[in-house]
């Protein structure tokens, strides 16, 4: 009994489960984001709705992060922990029941460093289960793999089994919740293992502040963070900085798979093996320089001034390396052929308002479907009779060889692919070096009474300025490029085509203004740090990292 208390009690044995927690809660969230566009696909949802779904998941975090500040101190704060971690692992479960409750999918045919050690990987880990479920189609509980046989995953219509990697990240958060419910209310020291429970009731009986007094000191405090020059013009750099990663980490896949023409699942593999990585390392490089050089207060921000405009400079290229728009019949390349207009040379076929089943002509035009094409026959694949291999007889191409193959038109430029995702992860770990060093100026910045509410108030703006708003705004650009919109009983559905130079700039092009505006807000505070005499001697704490 008492090594079984003296083991519930141990530091190394907390930091442990609480690594493994992150990790699962890191891997549902990043797995989710890896389908966001396969839920778009499958429920017929613009970017906008999507962006404002993953936005919805921090309102949440901004409503409870102050009043944890309060509570965190009066209650059993494993226990709460564990109780989160099942909430999670509930609202996981709740996510999978649209696929469940609709019908079938129809396609027309140190300590710290330990921990972030732990839990850095579940990103990643959440990117690569979302490209291994992705090849899975979405029905498979109720249609075995008969669509797989008929559709290819490289087809538009294709969705995933975005649901049932959410039961598998709902499974590890349970299981990683429940460890919480053995730990006691607080972690004694590791030299003071067997203290009583009465000792430590009677520490928080000295530290205990009622709800009134908090309530009092609670808009007293937070204006005077918000009045602090350094701490503001910090926060609201670090916000513009967190936009640009929430619009990363919802959309990357997405731009990924409409600019190059990488299936969900493949684009979801490079995020997870190559983009997160490069992230992880950038962060782990920065605190390690954080701590061997030592870094001033006054010199964190030419620090970071210098690594982020290095970062924003290797964008540009980006803006030239995509693909041209894909020339679609009747969408944005009208050509009078033999019948006088494209729509006749189909009038006659009853082409459904909502086809949506894209072919590539012999003459290097997409047309929606093969009846928009005018096709009256077809050839099946020899080795899979359930695939269509040829649509022939095409009345709408021009040209001897009047025939479509299934699938849209290939991309002329899918070898920039690797290199984008590659310049794409160098950024971003140029970027990251900044990260610990800009956490610790927080910290450098304040007094040490105010240092965990500072880090609640920061945590609070993050969310409400740039994690909340961020994801719905990216959703709008993207949607500001689409010029040809899916229909489904006379209402929008998913977009059909995008314009490939306006989505490519536009993303891009709002990822560099946030970053602009951050390094603007970090050279202001630079020059505000120079000529602020009490960082002069400032003592660098530490222990710190």
Not at 84 to 102: D, N, R
Not at 280 to 298: D, P, T, Y
Not at 396 to 421: E, R
Request: glycine residues 8%.
């Amino acid at each position: 009994m008492k090594g079984l208390r003296s083991l519930s009690c141990s530091i190394k044995l907390f930091v442990l489960c609480h690594g493994l927690l992150q990790f699962s809660q890191l891997l549902y969230s990043a797995y989710f984001k890896s389908t966001i566009t396969t839920i778009e696909r499958r429920y017929g949802l613009s970017s906008y709705s999507s962006g404002t779904i993953s936005s919805l998941h921090e309102v949440s975090n901004g409503v409870l992060i102050v009043f944890v500040s309060y509570f965190g101190n009066r209650v059993h704060r494993p226990r709460v922990i564990g109780i989160g971690g099942l909430l999670m692992a509930a609202s996981a479960m709740i996510l999978t029941l649209p696929h469940f409750i609709s019908q079938p999918y129809e396609y027309d045919s140190v300590l710290h460093t330990i921990l972030f050690a732990v839990s850095v990987f579940g990103p990643a880990i959440g990117y690569l289960l979302g490209s291994v479920m992705l090849q899975i189609y979405v029905d498979v509980d109720r249609t075995g793999l008969g669509a797989e046989q008929e559709l290819r995953h490289s087809d538009p219509r294709w969705v995933g089994a975005w649901w049932m990697g959410l039961l598998i990240t709902a499974g590890c958060l349970v299981l990683t919740s429940i460890p919480y419910f053995f730990f006691p209310r607080a972690m004694p020291s590791e030299g003071n293992v067997m203290r009583s429970d009465s000792d430590m009731k009677d520490d928080f009986r000295k530290t205990e502040v009622s709800l009134l007094d908090f309530l009092k000191m609670f808009p007293r405090i937070f204006v005077h963070l918000l009045l602090s020059p350094v701490f503001l013009m910090l926060v609201l750099a670090q916000c513009c900085f967190s936009s640009v990663i929430a619009g990363l980490s919802t959309f990357l896949n997405k731009f990924l798979e409409r600019q190059y023409s990488a299936s969900a699942a493949y684009s979801s593999l490079l995020v997870g093996a190559v983009n997160l990585p490069a992230v992880a390392v950038g962060m782990l490089i920065g605190g390690v320089i954080m701590k061997r050089v030592n870094l001033s207060l006054k010199t964190i921000p030419r620090f970071c001034v210098v690594m982020l405009t290095t970062s924003t400079l290797l964008c540009i290229p980006l803006f030239f390396m995509g693909c041209p728009t894909q020339k679609v019949s009747e969408v944005n390349n009208y050509q009078v052929g033999q019948y006088g207009s494209l729509s006749k040379c189909y009038s006659n076929c009853s082409c459904p308002a909502g086809a949506f089943n894209p072919v590539c002509g012999s003459d290097g035009v997409e047309y929606i479907s093969p009846c928009h094409a005018g096709c009256t026959n077809f050839t099946k694949d020899p080795n899979n009779t359930h695939r269509v291999q040829l649509y022939t007889n095409c009345r709408c191409i021009s040209g001897s060889q009047n025939h479509a193959h299934p699938a849209p038109c290939p991309n002329s430029c899918q070898h920039f692919l690797l290199p984008v995702i590659l310049v794409i992860s160098l950024v971003s770990l140029i970027a990251c070096l900044t990260h610990n060093p800009m956490y610790m100026m927080v910290l450098r910045s304040v007094s040490s009474e105010d240092k965990s509410f500072a880090i609640g108030i920061q945590f609070l703006l993050m969310r409400l300025l740039a994690w909340l708003p961020a994801p719905a705004l990216f959703g709008m650009a993207i949607d500001s490029s689409c010029f040809w919109w899916r229909r489904v009983c006379g209402k929008k559905f998913s977009c059909g085509y995008y314009n490939n130079d306006i989505l490519r700039s536009r993303y891009l092009g709002l990822q560099v203004g946030y970053k602009v505006m951050g390094i603007l807000l970090l050279m202001l505070l630079g020059w505000k740090m120079q000529r602020t005499q009490e960082y002069s001697l400032e003592k660098r704490p530490e222990g710190l990292l």
